[in-house]
């Protein structure tokens, strides 16, 4: 199952970059390269080894912003959600919900 789901995740997912760039353009309407540039600069890497899993791989243990394997203490779920929205600088409506469910 786990083969199945890192392939099925593929590039354009977790196991890479796939999922930022792809917000990005959903956020602020850019264009793919634009968005590959912005979030390689937020990532502190090059737009080429956004596509790269093993770089990817360190990256996003590094920054805490979720993995496709769980690793014990590692960010998951809308934890990760909140890190991405605050490296990338997005709103993120999930989690914009539970910040206001958590204010008293």
Partial sequence: MSI????AAGMGGIR????LVARMQM??????HEAKAYVAEK????PFDLSDPHVMREVREELDIGIITSVPGCAKGIEAKARIAQLLDIDIASVNRLKEKMKF
Avoid: Q, T, Y
């Fill in 43 to 46: 990532l502190k890497i090059s």
């Fill in 16 to 19: 890479a970059a796939g999922d």
């Fill in 4 to 7: 199945a789901h890192g392939v």
């Fill in 27 to 32: 956020a602020r309407k850019m264009r793919i």
